[in-house]
């Protein structure tokens, strides 16, 4: 029916086993842009009213200022560090990059060993000492990356935690 003249389709869609195609026939005489627009304006609504759109409330952000421990999980995008806490000391910090940086120090002050457990593990041997963009050099001479996301700095420093059996005793807090 597709290159047919709208007369000759009428008496189509009229005998058709789709009610919305029969009803055409019967509200067109004719079949135009301005008949196809007004079709289209009545078939969307009545899609909207079937498929309603739900009412969902907003909810506002949950406010995540405060201090947490390294395992919890928060999304930290956008939020302002203050301070890292590693065993009960705190650390004042203005970036996600220093709270990396005064961490692995700490880690390497502990017990330097922990720096051959972070090399063998291939994923954070990766993020830290290879592809340098913005290197940072730790008290012990070693470069490690620091251009992170601040969700990537707390989960390396979370997976160095762990290897290093030491997760209870670090915490952060954003503003």
């Not at 910090?93 to 051959?116: G, P």
Request: a negative charge; charged letters at 30%.
């Amino acid at each position: 029916m597709s290159n047919k003249i709208f007369s000759d389709k009428k008496e189509y869609y009229s005998k058709s086993n789709v009610s919305l195609t029969r009803e055409i026939p019967e509200r067109y005489d004719q079949w135009n842009k301005d008949t196809i627009l007004d079709r289209t304006k009545d078939l969307s609504n009545e899609l909207c009213q079937i498929f309603a759109k739900p009412d969902i409330k907003s909810e506002e952000a949950e406010d995540i200022a405060g201090e947490h421990t390294i395992n919890e999980e928060v999304d930290v995008t956008g939020k302002k560090p203050v301070r890292i806490t590693l065993n009960d000391r705190d650390y004042l910090i203005d970036s996600w990059r220093s709270a990396l940086i005064i961490f692995l120090n700490y880690v390497w002050a502990i017990d330097s060993r922990n720096f051959e457990k972070i090399r063998q593990d291939d994923s954070l041997d990766m993020k830290l000492f290879s592809h340098f963009n913005r290197p940072a050099v730790l008290a012990n001479n070693i470069r490690v990356e620091t251009n992170h996301s601040a969700t990537t700095i707390i989960a390396i420093i979370s997976k160095i935690a762990d290897l290093c059996d030491i997760s209870d005793q670090v915490k952060y807090t954003i503003k």
